[in-house]
């Protein structure tokens, strides 16, 4: 069974703050790792993926994942209210099918 | 990055009937998927759309129920059938290139049935 888990919040940061969200995965054949942002109402949209261990970083956006432990995290720097949304982690395994976690909900208090 | 429309956007049905959604995608892509969303919940993988062949269903979907089609590499319908409350939720297709290994999402049908 390939779980994807992460804690379903709800996650309250204050504006400026750091957002840190975690997700954790049970196959250690997964390949490739993904996170997306939900609005209410909207559908998912890409914000990051990571390959290879360690850090990766898009303007604010910080992914990393440890293999070794399984796990990948999303880091948002400067949090600001509009990213208030439920952010999904996605991971990739062998086959071709992506498998979600449930969400995070994180909530950017101004 | 994919663009991807589904229609119609949103549909309110009565028991018994069944709906076809439309989804189309301004690229050919190698791989497409149909999901499902309730309210609150997370994406469950109703099938993937194989083009030219009959569509991989997931444990508990099944293709009397929810029969896709995929006649070409930029579109697929998924139809819910014989409709009931429970299949009230967001459907969304999916898309994927199999180079890019990036995957977008249309923007969702949200179906209400009485």
């Known amino acids: 069974q390939k779980e994807v888990e992460q804690n379903s919040g709800p996650l309250s940061v204050p504006e400026g703050a750091i957002a840190s969200l975690n997700c954790t995965y049970s196959?250690?054949?997964?390949?490739?790792f993904f996170w997306y942002r939900q609005y209410s109402g909207k559908s998912p949209e890409l914000i990051m993926f990571?390959?290879?261990?360690g850090d990766k970083e898009d303007g604010r956006f910080t992914a990393q994942l440890n293999k070794a432990s399984q796990y990948v995290s999303l880091l948002i720097r400067d949090s600001q209210p509009s990213d208030s949304a439920t952010y999904l982690c996605a991971v990739k395994y062998a086959g071709n099918q992506f498998y979600f976690g449930t969400g995070t909900s994180l909530t950017v208090i101004p | 990055s994919a663009v991807i429309s589904q229609k119609p956007s949103r549909d309110i049905c009565q028991r018994g009937t069944s709906l076809t959604i439309q989804c189309q995608v301004d690229s050919q892509v190698t791989m497409m998927f149909w999901y499902r969303q309730q309210p609150g919940q997370s994406l469950t993988l109703i099938a993937t759309?194989?083009?030219?062949?009959?569509?991989?269903?997931e444990s508990g979907f099944v293709i009397d129920k929810f029969p896709i089609s995929r006649p070409n590499l930029t579109f697929s319908t998924l139809t819910v059938s014989n409709m009931s409350p429970e299949d009230s939720s967001i459907y969304l297709c999916s898309a994927r290139d199999k180079a890019q290994e990036t995957q977008y999402f249309g923007p969702g049908t949200r179906l209400l049935v009485l």
């Open positions: 196959d250690r054949g997964s390949q490739s």
């Open positions: 990571i390959y290879s261990n």
């Open positions: 759309a194989n083009q030219g062949s009959e569509a991989t269903y």
